[in-house]
């Protein structure tokens, strides 16, 4: 597994500041912190909650997390757990719950990954970009984080880009077997080494998760995203199924039942959480002790004020702007 020390993060923003030092426009984020959830605007509804990076880093629940999820639910707004991990949807109040979460507490859950399933199980129906797909795939998944199953999609796993009729992407260890039983456990290198080669050939990739990174106790580990930025510089079609684009979002509110006014989307990415809704037209708190913890110095137990330049310079990266941020989720 790869790991990435806090000396990236950093550098990201380094290289950020030294952007926004050469823009001849920029008009500083003046972004309101909350101290918890408590201050939140009466008028949201709904809420829809990422989970890694903001209710726990992958192993536990981050301090207060909990306790700000309870005092949402009670003040009657409706929780939604909306994510970019690669697995269906089912399973993921149960890992809740065992964090501490209580399930009744959220009205529901989807994932990247059930967005994924459904639409390639729905695929031959037509569509924009369904039609014609094909069913031969070089499926890139998990080893030790456990394989993902392509049970009831009538897919077909290959094993060498010649013979895929496109790429889906749900993990970074592994490739798939065309027997389903077992994977042949890849590094990134490996995997990456494989797409100039399906590039050349054009198929698209269809990503399940595109989140870059994520949070796995305190540190960021590589995520499918990552493949999809290799794929794209290499001029290959990426079509993503999660966060940011629009169709999660959609569902989500189909699901909530609610007007884009009356929901609220909390996530740490800004690439992902916030980028996603701000592109969609909902209202957003971005949570700075996620992903972002060591590009914006956000420590785990203590007090944060944001340095203003390494702000303005993450979210002039990221061309994006949320409507509200806080340190840590905290009710």
């Not at 719950?97 to 989807?110: C, Q, S």
């Not at 698209?204 to 999809?228: E, H, K």
């Not at 007090?303 to 330049?309: A, V």
């Amino acid at each position: 597994m790869i790991q990435y020390p806090t000396a990236v993060a950093q550098n990201s923003v380094d290289e950020a500041r030294r952007s926004l030092d050469d823009a001849d426009e920029h008009a500083p984020a003046a972004i309101p912190q909350l101290a918890g959830v408590s201050a939140l605007p009466a008028r949201y509804k709904g809420v829809l909650l990422d989970q890694y990076g903001v209710l726990h880093d992958g192993q536990k629940a981050y301090p207060g997390a909990v306790a700000a999820v309870e005092a949402l639910a009670a003040a009657g707004r409706k929780l939604l757990v909306l994510s970019n991990s690669s697995r269906r949807s089912g399973g993921v109040l149960r890992k809740l719950a065992k964090l501490g979460f209580p399930e009744g507490v959220f009205v529901g859950v989807l994932t990247s990954g059930e967005i994924a399933h459904t639409r390639l199980a729905g695929r031959k129906s037509g569509g924009w970009f369904w039609e014609g797909l094909g069913s031969r795939c070089l499926h890139m998944t998990w080893a030790e984080r456990g394989a993902i199953l392509l049970e009831g999609l009538d897919l077909e796993v290959v094993t060498v880009p010649d013979q895929a009729d496109f790429i889906l992407a749900h993990g970074t260890q592994a490739l798939g077997s065309p027997g389903g039983a077992e994977v042949q456990q890849m590094s990134m290198e490996a995997l990456r080494a494989l797409l100039p080669a399906c590039a050349a050939r054009g198929i698209p990739m269809l990503v399940a998760n595109p989140d870059v990174v994520t949070v796995d106790a305190g540190l960021l580990v590589p995520m499918p995203g990552m493949l999809a930025q290799w794929y794209e510089e290499l001029g290959g079609e990426v079509v993503l199924l999660g966060k940011p684009a629009a169709v999660l979002y959609e569902e989500a509110l189909r699901m909530l039942g609610l007007r884009k006014d009356e929901v609220l989307a909390i996530g740490d990415s800004l690439q992902h959480d916030i980028a996603g809704a701000h592109n969609i037209g909902l209202d957003s708190l971005f949570v700075a002790g996620g992903i972002h913890a060591a590009d914006l110095g956000v420590p785990l137990d203590s007090d944060w004020e944001p340095d203003r330049e390494d702000l303005d310079a993450l979210l002039y990266k990221h061309n994006t702007r949320p409507t509200m941020l806080m340190a840590y989720l905290k009710p």
